[in-house]
């Protein structure tokens, strides 16, 4: 069974949609999570971390549900600049290894 | 703002060929890792590096494969006789000063093309 799991994608929206991306998780004693963004043949940059209260970062917010073992990322006003990967990254236990899942490809189209 | 930086940007190189990834994590990170994606492919974990020592390695790193902190500053990656199914983006990684926290630092990557 894969650590981390993501909808495969890719997701092509309008400017100014609301868009979705979900993943979720093999290990209950995962101790964070993450959304990196990575554009195309760049570095993963990390966008957000995820709490478990949820947080929300601008025209992004992010879910964690532990008892579900289920993370979202929902952008809201889509940008063009929004177009990339967005991964879904997990760690274990200790907090020292990163679980990447495949990724989800946006593209935001005028 | 700290990054991590690594050399080269590109590397071509024949196959059979030993090849050194050079990578500069940031000052006081404690762990370093090394991952590697294939175009189109996902990012996928190599090898953790802490206190001087492989903590964790993919089966992926094989003996091929080895890693080192020469100098307290760079931490290398070096591939013994490169095969064709190498060539990938190659990210060195840093995570902060907190054992146990932090995100993923990543490096601009080296791209590493076997003929």
């Known amino acids: 069974r894969k650590e981390v799991e993501q909808d495969p994608g890719p997701f092509n929206v309008p400017e100014g949609a609301t868009v979705a991306f979900n993943c979720t998780y093999s290990?209950?004693?995962?101790?964070?999570f993450f959304w990196y963004r990575q554009d195309c043949r760049k570095e993963p940059k990390l966008l957000m971390s995820?709490?478990?209260s949820g947080n929300e970062d601008g025209r992004f917010t992010a879910q964690l549900n532990r008892a579900s073992q289920y993370i979202s990322l929902l952008i809201r006003d889509s940008k063009l600049s929004d177009s990339a990967t967005y991964l879904c990254?997990?760690?274990?236990?200790?907090?020292?290894?990163?679980?990447f899942g495949t990724g989800t490809s946006l593209t935001v189209i005028p | 703002e700290p990054e991590v930086t690594q050399t080269p940007s590109h590397q071509v190189t024949q196959m059979g060929q030993e090849v050194i990834l050079r990578c500069v994590p940031i000052?006081?990170?404690?762990?370093f890792y090394w991952y590697r994606q294939i175009l189109g492919q996902k990012v996928e974990f190599l090898v953790s590096?802490?206190?001087?020592?492989?903590?964790?390695k993919s089966e992926i790193f094989d003996d091929q494969f080895s890693v080192e902190r020469p100098d307290g500053s760079n931490f290398t990656l070096k591939i013994r006789s490169t095969k064709l199914e190498d060539s990938a983006m190659y990210f060195c990684?840093?995570?902060?000063?907190?054992?146990?926290?932090?995100?993923?630092?990543f490096g601009e990557g080296s791209r590493l093309t076997v003929l």
């Open positions: 990254v997990v760690t274990s236990f200790t907090g020292n290894q990163f679980y």
């Open positions: 990684a840093s995570k902060g000063e907190t054992v146990n926290t932090g995100e993923l630092f």
């Open positions: 995820v709490y478990s």
């Open positions: 000052s006081n990170h404690l762990y």
């Open positions: 590096f802490y206190n001087n020592e492989i903590s964790e």
């Open positions: 290990n209950s004693a995962s101790q964070s």
